[in-house]
């Protein structure tokens, strides 16, 4: 039971500040382009900034994933 603790809360410490960070970043992109959720135009918008976050980020996954397997430290993604 106590290592299960220790696994729940050590993804916690590294996935949380990654998450954070994210958001962080997002909600900045948003402040830069003056994005208004009560119009139909600041949905879109909001929409564009988050589609184009998530492709980033999964890209960089996929490159970070690819790029372990080459130099021959696959790492999993079930943790």
């Known amino acids: 039971m106590d290592m299960q603790l220790f696994h729940h809360l050590q993804l916690i410490f590294v996935v ?25 135009q600041g949905i879109k ?8 976050v998530l492709i980033r980020v999964f890209g960089y996954i996929a490159g970070l994933l690819a790029v372990q397997q080459l130099v021959g430290f696959p790492i999993g993604l079930a943790w």
């Open 45 to 52: 918008r909001f929409l564009g900034h988050l589609s184009r």
């Open 16 to 40: 949380g500040p990654i998450l954070g960070l994210l958001l962080v970043g997002f909600l900045v992109s948003l402040q830069s382009e003056a994005v208004s959720l009560s119009s139909p």
